[in-house]
């Protein structure tokens, strides 16, 4: 149990166009949901906090205007890179809180994204 | 916020060898949680531990809350073993992970 996945694994996009990765937790609903990003031999960098049905909470020094995070339902939230260039080629993690006695957060596979 | 130090960044194994990796952590947590991130980039949950003792297989973990470090025991070594393992607190009225920098395990055959 306890499974969470992303779409796509990886995308390759020009420069200036925007992309949208989603999460999903499959077997559990996940009134919470949180967004990763990380650096080739770094730890994770938490992004935001993505709650279902209210805006996302954005770590200082993300741009909210930049990643839009949309959290429409228990089971999917949304990250949509707007007008990405070079810089925002990363490796994209999310994360999904399975509340209970544990709180214990499960992670997807992760999007690898290269902006040309 | 709290503070979550790994050591040690590196660690190069032979094949059957046993690992210690050790976590700190600055404040008092409600949630201790470590992972091993494969080489795809895949994290793994491998225990949710924010004290005592745990055992899966040939790993092991011990969390001792009031000193605020865990440690991670692999027994006999495989290659498979190979990748980054993190470890993640999260402190008690926070909502956010916070994660270690890692330790890079290498498992030469």
């Known amino acids: 149990g306890a499974v969470v996945s992303q779409h796509p694994s990886w995308v390759i996009c020009k420069s200036g166009t925007s992309v949208k990765i989603e999460c999903r937790s499959l077997d559990f609903q996940a009134t919470t949901m949180f967004w990763y990003r990380q650096f080739p031999k770094q730890s994770l960098m938490l992004m935001a906090t993505?709650?279902?049905?209210?805006?996302?909470?954005?770590e200082q020094g993300v741009e909210k205007d930049k990643f839009l995070i949309n959290h429409a339902s228990l089971t999917l939230s949304t990250l949509t890179v707007t007008s990405a260039h070079p810089e925002d080629s990363s490796f994209y993690i999310c994360s999904a809180l399975l509340a209970g006695v544990y709180n214990e957060q499960f992670f997807g596979p992760g999007t690898r994204l290269t902006v040309l | 916020g709290i503070q979550v130090e790994q050591s040690p960044p590196d660690l190069i194994l032979q094949e059957g060898a046993n690992s210690t990796l050790r976590c700190n952590f600055s404040?008092?947590?409600?949630?201790l949680q470590w992972f091993h991130q494969n080489p795809w980039g895949q994290l793994i949950n491998l225990f949710y531990i924010p004290s005592g003792t745990k055992q899966n297989g040939r790993l092991s973990a011990t969390t001792v809350a009031t000193e605020r470090y865990s440690l991670l025991y692999i027994s006999s070594s495989q290659t498979t073993d190979s990748g980054v393992y993190f470890c993640a607190a999260l402190s008690r009225g926070a909502q956010k992970l916070v994660f270690g920098q890692g330790t890079r395990l290498t498992i030469n055959p």
């Open positions: 993505s709650n279902e049905g209210s805006k996302a909470t954005y």
């Open positions: 404040d008092s947590v409600n949630n």
